[in-house]
């Protein structure tokens, strides 16, 4: 007992740790950043090409347009479906608020549905549901990096934009995440799977029209240099962070791997609820459920170990979604694992050492459901 509490005070453990996670590639990353101040080509160059040209290649898409973050990836993607005022956007009420704020940005509203008990993904019955007349598009979330089976979703006749923001990389059989539904969209925000050094994102399709419109929004609504087809945005992704990308985007199989493989260990080890084992799952977040989440929580906190809450409110009791009128236990599995989730430290630079704290830590004061 006093070795472990020494221990605990002299390791802490992080939530994310991008330090550790780019310490091994630095050398890398900044050739490839010095090699595009030396071309000082920094908008729509080669660097972006390739890297759509990769990343498509890597999701199994014909296309990849890189944009300025996950966020307007799914703006611009719902945005060149058709999505516009007066339209119904089907989302899950447990995922981050960017998902349903592209909607809204567009004059959509969302139409919100609750998710899986056990996996914590979009309830599909509940969504098939909810789609109606106005309903233009439903936005699957593989959340945490859970691959969402979109199969039963593809034939009721409303297209399927994928959040796929936490899920680089995760495949099951026929199926990857982005490439199912009309489009995908990513985030390579900092602590996602696949992460720039700022802000940028992605989405793929293999909709010829779907590509064209979508690389037109990202740059001013250009047809050509100077004649503006549609009311466009500035939202591309810059050569520095695709020359980055390209380099992070060849480890990505071999990071997600790790990931898998402490999301075992904690499998194997933990005496509480684990999360469920969804085929093709690459680990985003490691969310654990618990009675007593706050307590434990805090706890962790003053032995030097962080964790997250995703999400501690769902999108129902947001007060910028009031207006969509959902009292609270209209979504009451959503709003049971707001209250019961824990997210763990998870990320290819986390140690043996620091992982074994974790599992000690937990299981000391952890009260399972
Ligand atoms: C991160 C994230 C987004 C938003 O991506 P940004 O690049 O931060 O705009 C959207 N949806 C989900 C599920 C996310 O995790």
């Known amino acids: 007992m006093a070795a472990n509490v020494t221990r605990s005070t002299t390791l802490r453990v992080p939530f994310v740790d991008l330090r550790a996670e780019h310490e091994s590639i630095r050398d890398s990353l900044e050739r490839a950043m010095s090699d595009v101040l030396e071309r000082s080509q920094f908008i ?8 759509e040209q990769q990343f498509a290649e890597y999701v199994g898409t014909r296309y990849c347009i890189g944009v300025s973050s996950g966020t307007e990836a799914l703006k611009l993607a719902l945005e060149a479906l058709g999505v516009g005022p007066g339209d119904e956007v089907i989302l899950p009420t447990n995922t ?46 593989h959340l945490f990096g859970r691959l969402v089976d979109c199969a039963p979703l593809l034939d009721c006749g409303v297209p399927l934009i994928e959040d796929a923001a936490q899920a ?19 985030s390579f925000y900092p602590t996602k799977n696949l992460g720039a050094l700022g802000d940028g994102g992605a989405v793929v399709t293999s909709d010829p029209q779907l590509y064209e419109r979508i690389r037109q929004l990202r740059n001013y609504g250009q047809q050509e240099k100077y004649v503006h087809e549609t009311i466009g945005y500035n939202a591309r992704l810059d050569e520095i962070q695709a020359a980055v990308l390209l380099v992070k985007l060849r480890l990505l199989d071999s990071r997600n791997e790790v990931r898998r493989r402490i999301a075992q260990f904690y499998d194997q080890n933990l005496r509480v609820a684990t999360p469920p084992l969804v085929p093709g799952d690459v680990c985003h977040l490691y969310v654990i459920r618990v009675a007593n989440r706050d307590a434990l929580r805090e706890r962790l906190a003053e032995m030097g170990v962080e964790t997250g809450l995703h999400y501690p409110l769902p999108l129902h009791l947001q007060p910028c979604f009031a207006e969509l009128g959902h009292a609270r236990g209209s979504f009451p599995v959503a709003e049971r694992l707001a209250e019961q989730s824990l997210s763990l430290p998870m990320y290819p630079g986390l140690s043996r050492d620091q992982q074994e704290l974790v599992v000690e830590l937990v299981n000391r004061w952890a009260e399972p459901l």
């Open 44 to 51: 729509l160059g080669e660097q972006l090409a390739r890297f």
């Open 96 to 141: 981050f608020a960017a998902t349903a704020l592209a909607a809204c940005a567009l004059g959509a509203t969302p139409r919100l549905v609750d998710v899986c008990e056990e996996t914590a993904l979009l309830d599909v019955e509940q969504t098939l549901g909810a789609a109606g007349p106005r309903t233009k598009a439903i936005v699957p979330v």
């Open 168 to 186: 680089h990389g995760a495949r099951y059989l026929d199926q990857s995440a982005g490439a199912q539904g009309a489009a995908g969209c990513f």
